[in-house]
């Protein structure tokens, strides 16, 4: 069900994208994917300071249909978490599809991740609220890429 979903949401995204996506990531939610991208690489990379830069102070993460963060001390303490796993994670920017219509960005994109031998990578849909300028909400849908996901999909690490 849930990967029907996110297969839907992504057909549909691509359908409604304008021929410029392609384009060098503009948007505020490309941009802060950019930065949390190097922030993972660096001990002192999740900061208060650093996420409300492209965060409202309530700012929400909704995964799946669960809200699982509210406000910056919990993205804080939340990817420290995921940090301090020792995992490599990465979210592929440029993102596969991507456009913004009003304070509403929406976006598919990869997200991978290794570790302990083990190699993951699955595929995001979803969208972006923005609040005087800054992400007042992420709402995203996963799935995790099978084996055959893995080899097929470019953006993914094999090892």
């Known amino acids: 069900m ?3 979903i996110l297969l839907a949401a992504a057909a549909a995204l691509t ?3 304008p021929a410029q996506a392609a384009a060098p990531a503009r948007d505020m939610l490309s941009q802060m994917f950019l930065w949390w991208d190097a922030a993972f ?4 990379g999740f900061t208060p300071e650093a996420f409300r830069t492209y965060f409202t102070d309530d700012a929400t993460l909704t995964l799946e249909g669960k809200t699982v963060i509210r406000g910056i001390p919990e993205w804080v303490e939340h990817f ?3 940090q301090a796993s020792g995992r490599e994670v990465e979210i592929v920017v440029p993102f596969k599809d991507v456009f ?6 929406f976006t598919y994109h990869v997200i991978r991740s290794r570790g302990a031998g083990k190699v993951t990578c699955a595929l995001a849909a979803g969208d972006a609220v923005l609040r005087g300028g800054k992400i007042a909400s992420i709402m995203l849908v996963r799935t995790n890429l099978d084996e055959a996901g893995l080899k097929a999909e470019p953006d993914c690490w094999t090892q």
């Open 15 to 17: 359908m409604a994208m």
């Open 100 to 105: 913004q219509q009003g304070n509403r960005i």
């Open 41 to 44: 690489k660096r001990p002192d």
């Open 2 to 4: 849930k990967r029907s």
């Open 80 to 82: 420290r978490k995921i």
